[in-house]
C-alpha cells in the first residue's frame, strides 16, 4: 500500500512540473456539475443515485473532485459510494490525461486505488471517460454520454458504463474479468439555460459471469431495470 500511495502522490505532482509558468497567470475557475441526482424505482428495491463533478483550476490544470454513490432505501444503506481526488490537464484540444486517488466505501471493507485516465469529447461530440484503476484489486471503467438536442431545452441523454474487475473480490462482490454493465436514458427539459435541467428516465443494470454468480448467492438479482426521476445541475 505504500508504494501505491507513492505512486499516487507522484502522479499528482508530475503534472504541475510540465506547466509552463505563464499558464499560471490565468485566472482560476471553479464550478460543480451533477450528471445524475436521481431517485429509481423498481418495486421495493428504490434507490438513491448521484454523480457529480466539484472542480477549481485553470485551464492548464483542474483539480477535480468526483462522488458517485447509490442508496438503497429499504436496506439504508450504501450499495456504493466512491470519491476520487483527480489531476487533470489537456493533451489535446479535446482530451485531459487523469491522474488521481480513488477512495471506495461502499457495504464491505474499503478500497484505495490509484486512477490513470483520459476524460474529453469525441469528433461526433460523445463524452467519453476511460480509467485504470491501480491497486491490489485492479480494474477498469469506460463510460460514453451523449448529450442529443431535440428542441434548445430538450435533450435527450443516452449512456453506457462498463466496469471490468481484473481480479476476484468477492468482499464487494465481483468476479475476475466479469463486468458490470449500466445503459440508461433520460430526457430532460432546461428550466434556467443548463443551470438546472429535471429530467424522467430508464436505467439498466446487469452483472456478467463471476460477478452475476455473487450477487444471486447473496440473494440479489443480476440485472435490473429502474424508472428514474431527477435533475442535472450546473453551477
Known amino acids: 500500500m ?16 510540465f506547466i509552463p509558468a505563464s499558464a499560471f497567470a490565468e485566472p482560476i475557475v471553479w464550478g460543480i456539475q451533477a450528471e445524475q441526482a436521481e431517485y429509481r424505482i423498481n418495486e421495493g428495491s428504490d434507490i438513491f443515485a448521484w454523480d ?11 483539480f477535480v473532485f468526483r462522488s458517485e ?25 479535446f482530451f485531459d490525461a487523469v491522474v488521481g486517488v480513488r477512495l471506495d466505501t461502499p457495504e464491505g471493507p474499503d478500497r484505495i486505488h490509484g486512477v ?32 442529443g438536442l431535440i428542441t434548445n431545452r430538450i435533450i435527450f441523454v443516452p ?21 458490470t454493465l449500466e445503459v440508461g436514458g ?6 434556467v439555460d443548463r443551470l438546472v435541467s429535471p429530467y424522467v428516465g430508464v436505467h439498466y443494470e446487469r452483472k456478467f459471469g ?26
Do not use: C
Not at 2 to 17: I, S, Y
Not at 72 to 84: C, P, V, Y
Not at 160 to 175: Q, R, S, W
Open 52 to 62: 457529480f463533478d466539484a472542480m477549481v483550476g485553470r485551464d492548464e490544470l483542474k
Open 116 to 147: 490513470i485516465g483520459l476524460h474529453g469529447l469525441t469528433k461526433q461530440w460523445f463524452e467519453v471517460d476511460a480509467d485504470l484503476f491501480i491497486s491490489d484489486n485492479p480494474s477498469a471503467r469506460f463510460e460514453v454520454e451523449y448529450e
Open 2 to 17: 505504500r508504494k501505491l500511495l507513492k505512486l499516487v502522490t507522484g502522479a499528482l505532482v508530475a503534472p504541475a512540473l
Open 159 to 179: 449512456s453506457i458504463e462498463l466496469d471490468i474487475p481484473f481480479t476476484d473480490d468477492p468482499a464487494v462482490g465481483n468476479g475476475a474479468f466479469a463486468p
Open 186 to 191: 433520460r430526457l430532460s427539459y432546461d428550466l
Open 69 to 93: 454513490a447509490e442508496y438503497a432505501i429499504a436496506e439504508d444503506s450504501f450499495e456504493t459510494l466512491e470519491n476520487q481526488l483527480r489531476l487533470q490537464t489537456p493533451i489535446s484540444d
Open 210 to 235: 463471476a460477478t452475476a454468480d455473487l450477487a444471486r448467492a447473496g440473494g440479489e438479482d443480476a440485472g435490473a431495470v429502474f424508472f428514474v426521476i431527477g435533475a442535472r445541475f450546473l453551477f
